[in-house]
């Protein structure tokens, strides 16, 4: 009988874990507590120690093993290895019939815990590693183990390999599952519903029994899931809620499946790992994400890397890092399309992260003064050692790529409008003997088809100061009631037009003053009110923002600046945006220029609001 142990330094390892026991026996009898962490950590090592103390390992012998024959040796130390809790098969190659020998020998190993069985049929047909999963996932079964390592990443077994172990993946031998790692495996959209509809069905067996499954990792990169399989995916984490890691880059992940993913990780509190690096957020996605994230207190490591977050998605994110996350470690929103300004405003987020220790804007759009400005905004911060290399700034976008930026963008809103004309469509169908009453999302613009008085709908159309006063003393009232405070959009457009009509006389002063108040108030307080979105699309609209979208810009009176000092000093308006505002309003730029008193003052407001004692 052969003992093959992987790695090295067990008595280095078990010798750890003693001095722990060691201390926790101590604190017990001196009456010392322990964290719930520490104690955690501690059943965590005595598990490690045990599995890898009872390891057999065939990892990288590059063997090629066809027929029962072949795995004999194998199978006898499998069916003789005792107590065995651990076995390594990757790096070798195994047929069917193989495949069946070494399954036969599993029935009796009822204390399995881990099978790290990747990279497992190189050079193997198609049509031969569903059999042979099958074959394994039966004998599992038929030995009832508790697993919580089941590794079968690197094998190219599409939807009919998942279909394959399927029955396994819904069996009690998963219900102790605690890391899912499936990488590199061209699963597929048909392969990522199928293990979804897997994985709900273990939970809700698990939870049946009352066992409740607790995955921890899940790994699903480079399987082409799309937004179809992602959006499966995130329906099964929402009812798991105990993940700490998702890794699930290079699948062709759009907005939509981005959203759904977002959703989903709130409900997994203790997630420390979120990668999605090589996915493709844009604004909608990386602002679903951003606000997800602001909900999360254990993340560690964010890997959004290659995203396409751009500069709207990044300071959604730079919000959110002001409002949770307090002890990440890593973030990654290199590649992303970001310019300097963005960038900036997520150097600043990251200042009060203790725990802190990379943060990688590599491969942006920053320029060379960008660059410079980023690294002194790091360095006046005494952060400028975590700051990765910008060596690959893809520079300032220049003039030239508009053509094809006008392009892209086209493509993307036809098929931003293919996929609303089909929802609406739906929408519109009549159920038996009714006709439909779902309207149609707005756009975040003013039209006639606006549900607004038509007082309201003529003041914001043609906003004057005569206008806004013949509305009458109620017209704070009207505004509240009639402004859709859902449409980030349209609260944007409504507070420009309103504050643009601002002058020092009192009446019109107190007029703008108070319908502004009862429209931010409403807003802000409201739970499904997208505060990301209205900061960035009020940015956008003044010019001081690139935007992926095609907004219509204003030009910057000063009534828009002095209705936003007022909003900021009010308990409504949250601390956490004043910092964008600081970024990009206050700032010199050709845009507020004009308009440099209101700036200084709404500069020394904002600065009260953030720095009290200031």
Same mark, same amino acid.
């Given at each position: 009988?052969?003992?093959?142990?992987?790695?090295?330094?067990?008595?280095?390892?078990?010798?750890?874990?003693?001095?722990?026991?060691?201390?926790?026996?101590?604190?017990?009898?001196?009456?010392?507590?322990?964290?719930?962490?520490?104690?955690?950590?501690?059943?965590?090592?005595?598990?490690?120690?045990?599995?890898?103390?009872?390891?057999?390992?065939?990892?990288?012998?590059?063997?090629?093993?066809? /027929?029962?024959?072949?795995?004999?040796?194998?199978?006898?130390?499998?069916?003789?290895?005792?107590?065995?809790?651990?076995?390594?098969?990757?790096?070798?190659?195994?047929?069917?019939? %193989?495949?069946?020998?070494?399954?036969?020998?599993?029935?009796?190993?009822?204390?399995?815990?881990?099978?790290?069985?990747?990279?497992?049929?190189?050079?193997?047909?198609?049509?031969?590693?569903?059999?042979?999963?099958?074959?394994?996932?039966?004998?599992?079964?038929?030995?009832? &183990?508790?697993?919580?390592?089941?590794?079968?990443?690197?094998?190219?077994?599409?939807?009919?390999?998942?279909?394959?172990?399927?029955?396994?993946?819904?069996?009690? !031998?998963?219900?102790?599952?605690?890391?899912?790692?499936?990488?590199?495996?061209?699963?597929?959209?048909?392969?990522?519903?199928?293990?979804? @509809? %897997?994985?709900?069905?273990?939970?809700?067996?698990?939870?049946?029994?009352?066992?409740?499954?607790?995955?921890?990792?899940?790994? @699903?990169?480079?399987?082409?899931?799309?937004?179809?399989?992602?959006?499966?995916?995130a329906k099964a984490f929402t009812l798991i809620g105990s993940l700490e890691e998702i890794h699930m880059p290079q699948n062709?992940?759009?907005?939509?499946?981005?959203t759904a993913l977002a959703a989903a990780i709130q409900h997994n509190p203790h997630l420390r790992v979120i990668n999605l690096?090589?996915?493709?957020?844009?604004?909608?996605?990386?602002?679903?994400?951003?606000?997800?994230?602001?909900?999360?207190?254990?993340?560690?490591?964010?890997?959004?890397? +290659?995203?396409?977050?751009?500069?709207?998605?990044?300071?959604?994110?730079?919000?959110?890092?002001?409002?949770?996350?307090?002890?990440?470690?890593?973030?990654?929103?290199?590649?992303?399309?970001?310019?300097?300004?963005?960038?900036?405003?997520? @150097?600043?987020?990251?200042?009060?992260?203790?725990?802190?220790?990379?943060?990688?804007?590599?491969?942006?759009?920053?320029?060379?003064?960008?660059?410079? #400005?980023?690294?002194?905004?790091?360095?006046?911060?005494?952060?400028? +050692?975590?700051?990765?290399?910008?060596?690959?700034?893809?520079?300032?976008?220049?003039?030239?790529?508009? +053509?094809?930026?006008?392009?892209?963008?086209?493509?993307?809103?036809?098929?931003?409008?293919?996929?609303?004309?089909?929802?609406?469509?739906? @929408?519109?169908?009549?159920?038996?003997?009714?006709?439909?009453?779902?309207?149609?999302?707005?756009?975040?613009?003013?039209?006639?088809?606006?549900?607004?008085?038509?007082?309201?709908?003529?003041?914001?159309?043609?906003?004057?100061?005569?206008?806004?006063?013949?509305?009458?003393?109620?017209?704070?009232?009207?505004?509240?009631?009639?402004?859709?405070? /859902?449409?980030?959009?349209? !609260?944007?457009?409504?507070?420009?037009?309103?504050?643009?009509?601002?002058?020092?006389?009192?009446? =019109?002063?107190? $007029?703008?003053?108070?319908?502004?108040? %009862?429209?931010?108030?409403?807003?802000?307080?409201?739970?499904?009110?997208?505060?990301?979105?209205? =900061?960035?699309?009020?940015?956008?609209?003044?010019?001081?923002?690139?935007?992926?979208?095609?907004?219509? #810009?204003? &030009?910057?009176?000063?009534?828009?600046?002095?209705?936003?000092?007022?909003?900021?000093?009010?308990?409504?308006?949250?601390?956490?945006?004043?910092?964008?505002?600081?970024?990009?309003?206050?700032?010199?730029?050709? $845009?507020?220029?004009?308009?440099?008193? &209101?700036?200084?003052?709404?500069?020394?407001?904002?600065?009260?609001? =953030?720095? &009290?004692?200031?």
């Open positions: 009988m052969q003992l093959v142990r992987a790695g090295g330094g067990m008595h280095d390892k078990k010798e750890e874990f003693v001095l722990k026991q060691s201390r926790a026996t101590d604190a017990v009898f001196t009456g010392e507590s322990m964290a719930s962490d520490d104690i955690a950590q501690l059943a965590e090592s005595l598990a490690k120690t045990c599995v890898e103390d009872k390891e057999l390992s065939y990892r990288g012998h590059g063997l090629k093993l066809d /027929t029962a024959e072949s795995v004999e040796k194998l199978v006898r130390e499998i069916e003789e290895f005792p107590d065995l809790r651990a076995l390594r098969l990757e790096g070798n190659t195994f047929g069917v019939e %193989a495949a069946r020998g070494i399954a036969k020998a599993l029935e009796n190993r009822g204390q399995l815990q881990c099978c790290y069985w990747s990279d497992m049929f190189t050079g193997r047909l198609r049509s031969e590693i569903p059999l042979a999963l099958s074959s394994l996932g039966s004998g599992l079964m038929a030995a009832g &183990p508790c697993l919580t390592v089941l590794d079968l990443s690197d094998n190219a077994f599409g939807p009919d390999g998942v279909k394959a172990i399927e029955p396994l993946l819904k069996s009690a !031998t998963c219900h102790t599952l605690r890391e899912l790692r499936l990488n590199n495996c061209g699963m597929g959209i048909g392969g990522g519903k199928i293990l979804a @509809a %897997a994985l709900t069905e273990c939970h809700r067996q698990s939870c049946a029994v009352g066992t409740p499954m607790r995955l921890k990792v899940f790994i @699903a990169g480079r399987n082409r899931l799309e937004n179809e399989g992602a959006t499966a995916l062709g992940i759009n907005h939509p499946g981005v690096n090589d996915n493709t957020f844009t604004k909608k996605g990386a602002i679903a994400m951003a606000t997800a994230l602001k909900h999360l207190r254990s993340v560690q490591v964010v890997n959004f890397g +290659d995203c396409l977050v751009r500069s709207e998605g990044a300071v959604a994110i730079a919000q959110s890092l002001r409002e949770g996350l307090p002890i990440l470690k890593e973030l990654n929103l290199s590649f992303g399309e970001i310019a300097e300004a963005a960038a900036v405003e997520v @150097a600043r987020a990251v200042q009060h992260k203790p725990h802190l220790e990379k943060l990688d804007l590599n491969g942006n759009c920053l320029g060379e003064e960008g660059c410079e #400005t980023l690294r002194e905004t790091m360095d006046g911060m005494n952060m400028g +050692d975590l700051l990765g290399s910008l060596s690959e700034d893809e520079g300032e976008p220049e003039d030239d790529d508009d +053509d094809d930026d006008d392009e892209e963008a086209s493509e993307s809103e036809e098929e931003d409008e293919e996929e609303e004309e089909q929802d609406e469509e739906e @929408a519109e169908q009549p159920s038996e003997g009714e006709g439909s009453t779902e309207k149609p999302q707005s756009t975040g613009s003013i039209s006639a088809s606006s549900s607004l008085s038509p007082d309201i709908f003529s003041f914001l159309s043609l906003p004057s100061a005569e206008g806004l006063l013949r509305l009458g003393p109620k017209r704070a009232l009207l505004v509240q009631q009639q402004v859709d405070v /859902t449409d980030a959009g349209q !609260t944007a457009v409504a507070f420009l037009k309103i504050s643009s009509v601002y002058r020092e006389d009192p009446e =019109i002063k107190e $007029a703008v003053l108070d319908c502004v108040d %009862a429209l931010l108030k409403k807003a802000f307080s409201s739970a499904s009110f997208q505060t990301y979105s209205f =900061i960035s699309t009020l940015l956008m609209m003044l010019g001081l923002f690139e935007s992926e979208d095609r907004v219509k #810009t204003v &030009p910057i009176v000063p009534g828009h600046l002095v209705a936003l000092q007022h909003a900021v000093q009010q308990e409504y308006f949250p601390q956490d945006h004043i910092a964008a505002l600081d970024d990009f309003v206050l700032r010199s730029n050709e $845009a507020s220029d004009s308009c440099t008193s &209101p700036r200084s003052d709404l500069k020394s407001t904002a600065e009260r609001r =953030i720095s &009290p004692e200031c």
